[in-house]
């Protein structure tokens, strides 16, 4: 008799194996031959030598299409367990719109023309800088590539930061303790994270540090090797940050940096890091550049109307002035 100790690596064993272990009882009714002991995240697993494999190639298939999904309904479960091809039931190759399967098996895709240019970009690129209007999807989509390559195992974490320039990123004078101050700042960054990782994952995957969110200012003095990084709100980082942020890069890295030149909330003196960038690095040709317009917005059709007023405000404001910056009055 032999034994072996399965461990079910990245995913709660309820979502799995059912409340009470319901569906691990189904298990052990179909492998008959074998016994098995279901012991927090491992499985004992006793028996003869082909059974066993025969037990742990079914394991591997329910956890591939779980971590595919994000989810295994009962109906699939019983469908996975009774099917005999194991071939015909590993996840098929996503095509190149489609990234990943979100909570509940909700199907994140790029949905607009240079959401796939970033897609297509950061495959055959370490940077790439996504500029354009808010409602375009180029935070979405960064954290959802940042997921996908994650899940891969083509990095070991994830890097997501953007500038607190509305506290000046001095926060010392709001209400709470760090995290409460942070927090409003990165709030839309944890939303996304929120459609793609069921939350007790994410959490889990947070207090390890596999997914870490932070301010701009606290990536002074890192190397960030292996990973998958993203700036959100670069617009926001003044000249030196923005160096700071782009000389952090390490070996086998990704990174994302998205902006809005439009909205730029730095003080009148400052200036934008981002502007800066695109015009200093432009003759990088292993960093590209992806311009987003009113074409991508996927929030309310009005946000698209919006935008263009705004766009059509700032021309004429600049056929009335000698200075081509445009200027933020907000």
């Given at each position: 008799m032999s034994e072996k100790i399965i461990v079910i690596e990245g995913i709660d064993p309820v979502d799995l194996f059912g409340v009470n272990n319901s569906r691990l009882e189904k298990l052990k009714s179909y492998f008959n031959k074998i016994k098995i002991i279901s012991r927090g995240n491992e499985i004992k697993v006793l028996g003869e030598p082909t059974e066993i494999t025969r037990f742990e190639e079914k394991i591997h298939i329910l956890m591939e299409h779980f971590h595919h999904y994000n989810t295994i309904s009962q109906n699939d479960f019983e469908q996975l367990l009774f099917l005999e091809d194991s071939s015909t039931v590993s996840a098929s190759a996503l095509d190149e719109?489609?990234?990943?399967?979100?909570?509940?098996?909700?199907?994140?895709?790029?949905?607009?023309?240079?959401?796939?240019?970033?897609?297509?970009?950061?495959?055959?690129?370490?940077?790439?800088?996504?500029?354009?209007?808010?409602?375009?999807?180029?935070?979405?989509?960064?954290?959802?590539?940042?997921?996908?390559?994650?899940?891969?195992?083509?990095?070991?974490?994830?890097?997501?930061?953007?500038?607190?320039?509305?506290?000046?990123?001095?926060?010392?004078?709001?209400?709470?303790?760090?995290?409460?101050?942070?927090?409003?700042?990165?709030?839309?960054?944890?939303?996304?994270l929120d459609d793609m990782i069921p939350n007790k994952k994410l959490q889990d995957l947070m207090d390890d540090g596999i997914i870490q969110i932070a301010p701009l200012a606290y990536m002074r003095g890192r190397t960030l090797d292996n990973a998958f990084v993203i700036l959100d709100e670069a617009q926001n980082a003044t000249f030196n940050q923005f160096k700071m942020f782009l000389t952090r890069m390490g070996l086998?890295?990704?990174?994302?940096?998205?902006?809005?030149?439009?909205?730029?909330?730095?003080?009148?003196?400052?200036?934008?890091?981002?502007?800066?960038?695109?015009?200093?690095?432009?003759?990088?040709?292993?960093?590209?550049?992806?311009?987003?317009?009113?074409?991508?917005?996927?929030?309310?059709?009005?946000?698209?109307?919006?935008?263009?007023?705004?766009?059509?405000?700032?021309?004429?404001?600049?056929?009335?002035?000698?200075?081509?910056?445009?200027?933020?009055n907000d």
């Open positions: 719109s489609n990234l990943l399967f979100g909570n509940n098996g909700k199907l994140i895709k790029a949905k607009t023309a240079n959401q796939l240019k970033m897609v297509q970009a950061i495959a055959r690129r370490d940077m790439v800088i996504g500029v354009g209007p808010a409602g375009t999807g180029k935070t979405y989509t960064a954290i959802a590539l940042a997921v996908k390559a994650l899940k891969n195992k083509e990095v070991k974490r994830i890097i997501l930061s953007r500038p607190a320039v509305e506290a000046g990123e001095n926060l010392g004078f709001l209400p709470g303790d760090l995290k409460d101050k942070i927090d409003p700042y990165l709030q839309p960054l944890y939303d996304a086998h890295t990704k990174f994302i940096i998205n902006g809005d030149t439009t909205q730029i909330d730095l003080p009148k003196k400052s200036q934008s890091g981002l502007i800066q960038a695109l015009y200093i690095l432009r003759n990088i040709p292993e960093i590209e550049v992806i311009h987003f317009n009113e074409n991508d917005i996927v929030r309310h059709p009005l946000v698209k109307k919006i935008v263009l007023a705004y766009d059509s405000y700032y021309r004429e404001k600049e056929q009335q002035t000698t200075n081509p910056e445009v200027k933020n």
